[in-house]
T-cell receptor, first 115, second 109 residues
Framework: GAVVSQHPSWVICKSGTSVKIECRSL??????MFWYRQFPKQSLMLMAT?????????EQGVEKDKFLINHASLTLSTLTVTSAHPEDSSFYIC???????????FGPGTRLTVT | AQRVTQPEKLLSVFKGAPVELKCNYS??????LFWYVQYSRQRLQLLLRHISRESIKGFTADLNKGETSFHLKKPFAQEEDSAMYYCAIKVDSSYKLIFGSGTRLLVRP
């Protein structure tokens, strides 16, 4: 399966600032990546589908202007949380769609804390 | 709308006991279902998928379309099975997954 990394693993930022999270597919060219959000003791909620070379597809209720996604290459997708607020504090996880269409490979996640 | 329901937040069993983690889904199309597992301090990983009909780490899951269920079972639980288990359904022709709320399995010695 694909090896997926995320950077940073943990970030603290002040309210009103922006923070960028990177998701890299280390050994697999990923045309499709996914961004999830997970609140403590809750399930993963899909935020958006990131397609290489095209605009991301956002799930209902997710503000595309607040959560900017860029998938400029087959190995890198970035999620930028703009003008972060404390309620944006969460665990952000990316995944890569596998070759066989049935499996997603997940990154280790990034914990964002907005103070 | 597609939905995955895992009614139990926590399931606690003793080592060697049988375990069943429940999962029910609602989907109008032909479902593709998965179980993902997250061990402590590790990333989410695929445990098994219904189309492969295989047993992974002693776990099996059968898709019951009549009951719209995909329960995960293991006849004899081990302490190392303690983890968060998420049932998920794949929707349409993309990779998009809808996850259940998860069940924490705790296997006591």
């Amino acid at each position: 399966g694909a090896v997926v990394s995320q950077h940073p693993s943990w970030v603290i930022c002040k309210s009103g600032t922006s923070v960028k999270i990177e998701c890299r597919s280390l050994d697999f060219q990923a045309t499709t990546m996914f961004w999830y959000r997970q609140f403590p003791k809750q399930s993963l909620m899909l935020m958006a589908t990131s397609n290489e070379g095209s605009k991301a597809t956002y799930e209902q209720g997710v503000e595309k202007d607040k959560f900017l996604i860029n998938h400029a290459s087959l190995t890198l997708s970035t999620l930028t949380v703009t003008s972060a607020h404390p309620e944006d504090s969460s665990f952000y996880i990316c995944s890569v769609g596998g070759r066989d269409l049935y499996e997603q490979y997940f990154g280790p996640g990034t914990r964002l804390t907005v103070t | 709308a597609q939905r995955v329901t895992q009614p139990e937040k926590l399931l606690s069993v003793f080592k060697g006991a049988p375990v069943e983690l429940k999962c029910n889904y609602s989907y109008s199309g032909s479902p593709e279902l998965f179980w993902y597992v997250q061990y402590s301090r590790q990333r989410l990983q695929l445990l098994l998928r219904h189309i492969s009909r295989e047993s992974i780490k002693g776990f099996t899951a059968d898709l019951n379309k009549g009951e719209t269920s995909f329960h995960l079972k293991k006849p004899f639980a081990q302490e190392e099975d303690s983890a968060m288990y998420y049932c998920a359904i794949k929707v349409d022709s993309s990779y998009k997954l809808i996850f259940g709320s998860g069940t924490r399995l705790l296997v006591r010695p």
